[in-house]
């Protein structure tokens, strides 16, 4: 069986995760990477022997079947039109783009030259949310009645993730880093809502992301939604995504811990026993013809629009 070849444009910190998942799959490989910093593809470059594109048309002349868009949200739209020029797959990081309107730029190009879409939301790929979504699909939390979404962080940007990009208002802040994981997860999950209210904070600072935001929200169904979020604060970062059933609350705390609580009891922590298929299998799959979980750069641009009404 022929391996899915990647070549990646950016090797910054979740560039290089992505570098260690295309590396660990046994039918993926890596024919080209590319990095406006000279001296950070060198590092990467020479850490896992990756072969290096000098331009981008170096790099597309690889001819992968995806390229990988791992760069700051502004320079997205772009770099998916060029790409998409070269009849190559795209798979991007989140958020789709800076805004719904350059979203829709890359939703555009990718129709018009018939190339797969794939975006990089690794909670689609993880054990704790395959079964989030079959105690939704059996109904064994009961009755749904309300989401929340609790987002706390004492720092922003958060101390591993500086660069100069990540708290301007142009392109950076939470709003745009983290809740497009879970307004695709709440997608994912219940289908499309509507925002109907919200409140969001900004410093003094007009170059500066946002400070905080409140909002209400509510699913196609019915369902109420309550999103919460802070930075600047005064306690550890908590991030947790709570569906709220009549006979059971299930918690997705901090990315990956899945909590579950009943009636009169204690919160217990959940291990779930399966694995489902990763992000690399689903772009191997996608290649070969097989189903696969992928969101696609049309389901991005719908979590695009829901960031974009936050930031008004």
């Not at 009636?263 to 959940?270: A, F, N, P, R």
Request: hydrophobic share 40%; net charge negative; aromatic share 8%.
């Amino acid at each position: 069986m022929s391996k899915t070849t990647f070549a990646l444009i950016g090797t910054g910190i979740v560039g290089e995760r992505i570098i260690n998942q295309i590396l660990a799959h046994p039918n993926c490989e890596i024919v080209s990477v590319f990095d406006e910093n000279k001296t950070r593809l060198e590092e990467v470059s020479t850490k896992y022997q990756l072969p290096v594109a000098e331009t981008l048309n170096e790099l597309f002349l690889s001819n992968p079947n995806w390229v990988y868009i791992g760069t700051p949200p502004v320079s997205h739209a772009p770099l998916a039109e060029q790409i998409a020029k070269h009849g190559l797959n795209i798979l991007s990081e989140k958020p789709l783009a800076h805004d719904a309107q350059d979203s829709m730029k890359m939703v555009k190009a990718a129709a018009e030259a018939n190339v797969k879409t794939a975006m990089h939301f690794p909670l689609m790929y993880s054990p704790a949310i395959h079964s989030l979504k079959e105690a939704i699909n059996t109904a064994s939390l009961g009755d749904i009645v309300r989401i929340e979404l609790h987002t706390y962080f004492p720092h922003w940007p958060r101390r591993w993730q500086q660069n100069p990009w990540i708290a301007s208002r142009e392109q950076g802040g939470f709003i745009r880093e983290i809740f497009p994981h879970y307004f695709q997860l709440t997608h994912y999950l219940f289908g499309d809502f509507k925002i109907t209210s919200h409140e969001t904070t900004y410093p003094e600072n007009r170059d500066l992301c946002e400070t905080g935001v409140s909002a209400l929200a509510k699913t196609e169904s019915g369902i109420p939604i309550v999103l919460n979020s802070l930075s600047g604060i005064g306690q550890e970062e908590r991030l947790e995504f709570k569906v709220f059933g009549t006979k059971k609350v299930i918690t997705l705390r901090n990315w990956s811990e899945l909590w579950i609580s009943e009636t009169d009891q204690e919160e217990v922590l959940y291990n779930p026993d399966t694995q489902p298929e990763s992000l690399m299998d689903a772009c191997h799959n996608s290649i070969i013809g097989k189903d696969s979980l992928i969101v696609s750069f049309e389901e991005g641009l719908k979590v695009q629009e829901w960031i974009d009404q936050l930031l008004k």
